[in-house]
Structures are given as structure tokens and as C-alpha cells.
């Protein structure tokens, strides 16, 4: 939270936190100073106040798509990025957006598939400028149109949300509390970071949203080679993660996600199919995402064929499990998955 705004509510009661978090989410306000549910005299303390924890800086609109990405600028003079992604709805049916939301400046997982990774890590982001950027968004869609809503919300941009828990943590809280997005609309994916996966069984307030494993191997050389964060025994720790997850989580729409990046020559084999197949049969309730790669600003890979992902698909739905191919948006942008780098083309 803004230090400023921290010390003066450090002498109010605890609930003018919860009254300025409400009124956060209010469009048509733009300062505290509007805020009508706070005193006078704290509206005049806080009306110097920025209204929100980051600005913009450059937002580019897909020519492909109806995805945009918006570089936003920190306090402290970092910059992160987050991405809007709109689908495509029939007339009269309401706008709905998703939100892909970054957790760090950076990212220490140094994926080798990840422009992000390549950034190295700087700092995590505060839970209030993990709000901030769904604040921002909301505000950009009340210019577009009133039937305009965010409807789902993933932690897939920028960093490991899993290495700023709990950071993450209190702003699902604070969407949750004073959004109408629902708890299995909001995900998390993580690389597979074992201190908090197992935080998220232990711990009794972690929220109930969805989380979704950036798998991209299941063969152990190659998922090292990918993911230098792979610890040896997390194919094992994974398998009982999941009966644990599922026992906390039993609710049919609380499936385990399962992200895989399509790489050719690299994890698109039979050999790699056939060890996620045995891999994912022992999880639980999961569902496959199959990615095809996005190209980077050093590309060391290309993306499989057309065919194979569709082979894959086939073959993972006769196996019993939910397979779904993502649709890529924003690639003229840089705005697709592990794109995210800074880059704004301006």
C-alpha cells in the first residue's frame, strides 16, 4: 500500500481500509476526496493521495484481436505489464474480458520459453499494485461500454505469484470481497513452486480459486531444460499435491489446470505424450491446456505443427481427460504468453 495513505490510516479504526477497498472499485470515482462513506477531515488528509499505485505509461491495441496490453509505471520508477483480453460474443450478449495480472517486476524462474524470465527478478509487487492493474483495466472498460465487465482474472503475466504469496493472497481477497468475479474465475499458475503449493493446502485462508500447473514436460531431463526451477522429485510431490488439493477443493470447477507449451523437437513427441498421459492420470480431476509457443525477441525454438497439436488433443480426449487448444492472442503486441518483456514497439 501507497506509505503515505498506510500512515494515516494507521490512526483511523479498521474499517476505513475496508471502505476506501469499496470504494476502489467505484468507476466514477477518481480521489479519496470523492469518497462519501469517509469523514470529511480524512478526505481532506488523503485528497493528495494518487488515486492509484501505478499510471500509464504505453497501451497497444492487437490489429489481430481484441487484446490490448498496457505498460504501466511504478511509484518507485519500475514498470510491469498487463494484459486485456476480450472474445468474441454474439449481439446483443454482454462484453466480457479477461484479466492476466503480473505478480513481480521480473521473474527469477529464468524459463527458457519465457521472455520474462530473461528480465531476471527485481522486486515483488505489493498487493495493492496487484489491484491496481484489475482497477485500472475496469476503468479503462467503463469508457468502451456499460455492458463491458472483467469476468475472469489469471495470474499468468509477469512472475512466480507463488514466490509473493502472500502479497497475492490479500489482493484475491480484496477482489473477491468487492467484485462480482467469482471464486472459479479467478487462476493462479504456478512453475511448480513447492513451499507454496504446499501453503495453499495448510493454509486455511487461501482463497478456493483455481490453480493450474505450467507443466510444458513430463519427462524429467526435458522439463529441467525448460523450467530451471524443476526439482527432482516434483512429479511425485505433484501427484499427491493434487489428491490433497482435491480433498481441500472437491467442487467439480475446481479442476487442476495443466498449461503445456508445444515446442517442436522438444516436448512434442510421442515419448513426451505418453509420460503426460501416465503423469496426469494419476492427479485427480485436471484439465490440459494445450499452447502453442509464441515466438520471442531471441528465439531459440519453433512451435509444433498444426497437426500435432491436434493429435495430441485426439489423443488426450480418448484418453478421458478435457483438452483444449488456446487460441493465442495479441502476438502482434507481444501480449501472449511468455511474450511479456517490456517491449512496446513505441
Not at 470515482?29 to 499505485?53: A, G, N, Q, V
Not at 518507485?76 to 479477461?98: A, F, H, N, P, S
Not at 512451435?303 to 491436434?310: E, H, I, P
Request: hydrophobic share 35%.
Amino acid at each position: 500500500m501507497n506509505t503515505e495513505l498506510q500512515k494515516i490510516l494507521d490512526t483511523q479504526p479498521k474499517y476505513r481500509l475496508k471502505q476506501i477497498e469499496h470504494a476502489w472499485f467505484d468507476v466514477s470515482l477518481k480521489s479519496y476526496e470523492e469518497i462519501t462513506t469517509l469523514p470529511k477531515d480524512l478526505r481532506e488528509k488523503l485528497k493528495e493521495i494518487p488515486w492509484m499505485s501505478l499510471q500509464l505509461e504505453v497501451l497497444q491495441e492487437s490489429k489481430e484481436d481484441s487484446t490490448k496490453k498496457a505498460l504501466l509505471k511504478l511509484a518507485d520508477g519500475e514498470y510491469i505489464e498487463t494484459v486485456l483480453m476480450g472474445r468474441e460474443q454474439e449481439e446483443d450478449e454482454e462484453l466480457r474480458y479477461t484479466i492476466c495480472l503480473s505478480s513481480q517486476v521480473g521473474c527469477a524462474m529464468q524459463c527458457a520459453f519465457c521472455s520474462t524470465g530473461k528480465m531476471g527478478f527485481k522486486r515483488n509487487l505489493t498487493w495493492q499494485e496487484i489491484v491496481d492493474q484489475v482497477r485500472y483495466w475496469q476503468q479503462y472498460l467503463s469508457t468502451i461500454s456499460k455492458e463491458a465487465r472483467v469476468a475472469n482474472i489469471v495470474f499468468m503475466g509477469q512472475g512466480e505469484p507463488l514466490l509473493n504469496y502472500d502479497n497475492v493472497k490479500k489482493a484475491i481477497h480484496i477482489l473477491l470481497e468487492n467484485t462480482d468475479i467469482g471464486e472459479t474465475h479467478i487462476v493462479l499458475s504456478t512453475v511448480g513452486i513447492i513451499p507454496g503449493m504446499t501453503k495453499i493446502i495448510e493454509d486455511t485462508d487461501f482463497p478456493p480459486i483455481r490453480v493450474a500447473l505450467s507443466l510444458h514436460s513430463a519427462v524429467l531431463e526435458t522439463r529441467q531444460k525448460l523450467i530451471p526451477s524443476h526439482q527432482e522429485d516434483f512429479f511425485q510431490f505433484f501427484i499427491d499435491w493434487g489428491e490433497l488439493y482435491h480433498t481441500k477443493f472437491p467442487s467439480k470447477p475446481h479442476f487442476i489446470g495443466i498449461e503445456y507449451i508445444m515446442i517442436q523437437g522438444i516436448n512434442d513427441d510421442e515419448k513426451h505424450l505418453k509420460a503426460l498421459i501416465k503423469l496426469i492420470s494419476k492427479i485427480g480431476t485436471v484439465r490440459v491446456n494445450l499452447i502453442p509457443y509464441n515466438s520471442t525477441c531471441d528465439d531459440i525454438f519453433t512451435g509444433s505443427r498444426v497437426n500435432t497439436l491436434d493429435y495430441w488433443q485426439e489423443r488426450l480426449m480418448d484418453s478421458g481427460f478435457i483438452c483444449t487448444i488456446r487460441k493465442s492472442q495479441g502476438q502482434d503486441i507481444a501480449a501472449a504468453c511468455g511474450q511479456l518483456a517490456l517491449k512496446t514497439g513505441k
